[in-house]
């Protein structure tokens, strides 16, 4: 088992290599040059040149690129021109609100979407399973930057139960419970999506375990109806479940950059439009290298969680 | 001669793309939906709609039903309704573009990859993977920061992003393909690779492509109006349905309808989709259409249209009587056991003999209803276990039966024990299921019972999982799993099919030595009548959903009265006499939902006249325990 984590580990090295290698490609395609761009239009050439020679842009790109990484490893993604100040503290500041927000999202989304799903297919064609279904297809046709504004409109300005933006109240907020009242729209509204992916394909996974020779066997033992369902079905209806969640975590990290636009959420989505839109291109780069990492890391986890469920992958 | 056979008559013929598609109500309502908004779009420049990109600071934030502006003005006093007409036009070009541009590209990279394999589909394959390996929004995202932001861009990062979704389904479908004889016959005859590819292979994909389309298409078009809503997108003056949802953004307090008209017409726009593309999906997927996706619930449904009478024979432990059991697919209904009587007295072992699709698992799986619901149903008859008709009882006195009373062992361990627990945790709950003990004692009652089916280290064994157990092994913990109750009757269902010769033996000893040392009755379902020979005291023989002879084990075998059962013991071989003709039943049994009138075994029958084939033959009693179902029975040592 443990062996078995670490060949994982192994495996998502060439991976994070990859996406380094592709984030440098994308910033290398950047048309127009670094130097003058940070040096203005009336820069003389001397300055250009010697810019270029301390920012190593002389030298080729195979080298440039490992350059780049040996930064990286040390910790030094660069600074913001933009913010001015390290890319790597603003982008792991961001971070941290992200993961909140995400993190949040991917768990609710998870426990909905196997709920809905598990009771969807324990009681198919039943009206409990037509109301899933409906809602699920409601779910995933619901862009978030709309929902997001709904919410808005009816639980922050009409009800005003829960704050419209931000992650904690200006005067007085700061601690957990403030926190979680600012997460309750922006959580929501993220893990939508989600929830409804997730919930249609544990149904599926559900009535396709349902059928199975050892569901049967289960019940010619005598179990109940509920065990019958909820362990011997659930177990072996989450082996394929669990990489799909994995993947979402992958979508609702993305989706992070519209619930977080909308909300006001200080996190690394909301950065990452303002960084394109200033054309901040170190901070840009920082950020999507962090975030695509993040979901290496999280579909690691999905991958290790799937063996621990099945023996038979170990 | 097999070409006649194989191919039987189709029913009703298959109903058209079209039909199919529009009786999902769902699917239709989507595609009604869609349609709307479709012509509405390309009709947009011959709608009387006033220009949307006049601005008119007077008119400014109209609500809707304004005067002149159905659907209000926005923060320009621009009119909504045509902002959204001209807006819903570029998004769903800019969404099929992305969607077409994409599909394209990614389709061929998959139908590279699969077609040639090998090393290009390595490398192809592993850039995928690592295109993948990003969050989708995130990559549009960079390549519109390098592209810089516009709709254009927006649209060709949308299309980029989707290229490895395409590429990874097409090149699933195109492997399986390009090891197909046809693909390997164009090659033969010299046609050039792009001509199979484009020529054969391409045709066979396609339905792939389409389903495909249909699952990312309403993705592209909300991901397309995301990065216009972000401002990365459409850029003022031109507007999309994303863009006008960021510009209604800002005015979302004070007038919320020029945000909601754009976020309700993206919502409309891509439910329509996916409405439309589920139903498409259930359409070119068979297996879906077939309905094969069903849950079967816990107990045979009961609908009896006949309940035989049910004074219980004291001799018998299991009295099955006129057991009707169906099957009702795609309207039509199947009759898998038409009709079965079946005794079987305390510490018996009756075997129930036929070839598959006979009806003999059917019957078996009955008895404690678990045949699958939907599609099956018990139609008729009664099974007294011990006096007491199951088919009467409640689902909860079946439950607490089962397991106890009446334990089941059926036919691949592999397949019959749950994967991902240990044996050991599949025997403690088949013993807490019914026994009130506790963890430990249940465990140690397990470790009991797996030495009583000969595994060694019983405690280790436990934890193993079944993939860790050989065939033989497997099928013990199975046994031991029927033993754990101490049942009155154990149904077998081909316990030793799935293993091989010598653990076959093993494990029919194992059964008729527990049978012997508990006094356990065995319904022994098999194939085999060599099976039947070494287990069985009694045998019924079973065709075509009916049993066609019964009677001691030894006087069937020595002289068979039917001539179904004549030819089916001439199909065993026997060691040592190589030279006896072993013979295959010419044609085959009849379809379980047209079964023929009188004999379902006239048509293959060599003795078959005339009055074989009209009304009903009764199971005639013969003397000697036994019965057949037959007009021109076979006299002792005569051939069928």
Known sequence: MGLHVLKRLAAAIPVLIGLSVIVFLIMAMIPGDPATAILGAYATPENVAALNRDLGLDQPPPRRYLIWLGNILHGDLGRSYALNRPVLDEVLERFQATLVLAGTALVLASLLGLLAGVVSAARQFGWT??????????????PSFFLGLLLILVFAVRLRWFPASGMYAIYGGGDLKDLAWHLVLPALTLAVVATGVIARLTRTAMLEVLRQDYIRTARAKGLRERRVIRVHAFRAALVPVIPVIGIQAGFVLGGAVYVETVFQWPGIGSMLVNAIATRDILLAQGGVLVVAAAYVLFNLAADIAQTLIDPRLR | MAGATAAPARTGGRPGFWRLLLANRLAAAGLLVLGLIVVAALAAPLLPLPDPDLTAPAERLARPLAPGHPLGTDALGRDILSRLVWGTRVSLAVGLSATLIAAVAGSLVGLVAGYAGGRVDGLLMRGVDMVMAFPYILLALAIVAVL??????????????????????????????????????????????????????????MPVIVVTISTTIGWMILETAGLSFLGLGAQPPRADLGSMLGEGRAVLF????????????????????????????????????????????????????????????????????????????????????????????RGECLGLVGESGSGKSVTAMSIMGLVPTPPGRIAGGAALLDGEDLFGMPDEAIRRLRGAAVAHVFQDPLSTLHPLLTVGA????????????????????????????RIPNPAERARAYPHELSGG?????????????????????????????????????????????RDAAVLFITHDFGVVSTICDRVAVMYAGRVVEEGPTRAILEAPAHPYTARLIA?????????????AIPGRPPPANRLPEGCAFAPRCPRATADCRAGEIALGGRGGGRAVRCLHPLAPGERA
């Not at chain 2, 395409?166 to 393909?177: D, E």
């Not at chain 2, 099957?327 to 007295?345: Q, S």
């Not at chain 2, 025997?427 to 019972?449: K, S, Y």
């Open chain 1, 129 to 142: 399973d037509r109301a899933v279904t409906f809602a699920v297809l409601i779910g995933i046709s619901t």
């Open chain 2, 148 to 205: 810089g932001p516009g709709l254009l861009n927006a649209l060709y990062a949308i299309a980029l992003v989707n290229i490895p979704f395409f590429a990874r389904n097409i090149r699933g479908v195109t492997l399986g393909l390009a090891r197909r004889d046809f693909v390997a016959a164009a090659r033969l005859s010299g046609r050039s690779h792009a001509g199979i590819l484009f020529g054969e292979i391409l045709p066979n994909v």
């Open chain 2, 254 to 345: 004070t007038a919320p309808h020029v945000a909601m008209v754009p976020g309700l017409m993206i919502f409309a726009l891509v439910m329509g989709i996916n409405l439309a593309g589920d139903g498409l999906r259930d359409v070119l997927d068979p297996r879906l259409r077939s309905g094969a996706l069903t849950r079967p619930v816990a107990r045979t449904k009961v609908a009896r249209r006949r309940v035989p009478a049910l004074t219980p024979d004291p001799a018998a432990v299991l009295d099955v009587r006129g057991l009707e059991t169906e099957f009702e697919i795609g309207g039509e209904v199947h009759r898998a056991a038409g009709g079965v009587d079946l005794k079987l007295g």
């Open chain 2, 426 to 453: 599949q025997l403690v709950e088949a013993i807490r299921a019914h026994a009130p003990l506790t963890r430990r004692a249940a465990e140690a009652r397990a470790e009991e019972l797996l030495g009583l089916v």
């Open chain 2, 473 to 517: 092994m497997r099928q013990r913990v199975c046994v031991a799993m029927a033993l754990a109750n101490d049942p009155e009757v154990m149904i077998a269902d081909e316990p030793t099919t799935a293993l091989d010769v010598t653990v076959q033996a093993r494990i029919l000893a194992l059964i008729e030595r527990l049978r012997r040392e």
């Open chain 2, 571 to 583: 199909c065993v071989p026997v060691l040592g006499a190589p030279h006896r003709r072993l013979d």
